[in-house]
Nanobody
Framework: QVQLVESGGGLVQAGGSLRLSCAAS????????MGWFRQAPGKEREFVAA????????YYADSVKGRFTIFRDNAKNTVYLQMNSLKPEDTAVYYCGAGSIATMRDATYSKSYDYWGQGTQVTVSS
């Protein structure tokens, strides 16, 4: 069993930055692929970024590529999402997920994840 707790969300102006954190419990954190998804009101949950167990392989949605960076610290059981050059369309609840996922392509699908956090709100004002 893995429990995930997100933090770091808030209100920021367009062009600003935020860093989200997702702290995991459990001894097997380093074996999981970790991903960030987001869900805006009235929309489906969408993939943002994913990172493999070692941190070497990452994958991003086209909409955030070049602006967001996912990284992890296995010693701290934490995965991060650094968000720069934020836009109003980035406004959403951001969720982190953990899963035993075979490929980074599979990591773009929310159904691939076994565990989810409760989410943290990110609001970008224009």
């Amino acid at each position: 069993q893995v429990q995930l707790v997100e933090s770091g969300g808030g209100l920021v102006q367009a062009g600003g930055s935020l860093r989200l954190s997702c702290a995991a419990s459990g001894r097997t954190f380093s074996s999981y692929v970790m991903g960030w998804f987001r869900q805006a009101p009235g929309k489906e949950r969408e993939f943002v970024a994913a990172i493999n167990w070692s941190g070497i392989n990452t994958y991003y949605a086209d909409s955030v590529k070049g602006r967001f960076t996912i990284f992890r610290d296995n010693a701290k059981n934490t995965v991060y999402l650094q968000m720069n050059s934020l836009k109003p369309e980035d406004t959403a609840v951001y969720y982190c997920g953990a899963g035993s996922i075979a490929t980074m392509r599979d990591a773009t699908y929310s159904k691939s994840y076994d565990y989810w956090g409760q989410g943290t709100q990110v609001t970008v004002s224009s």
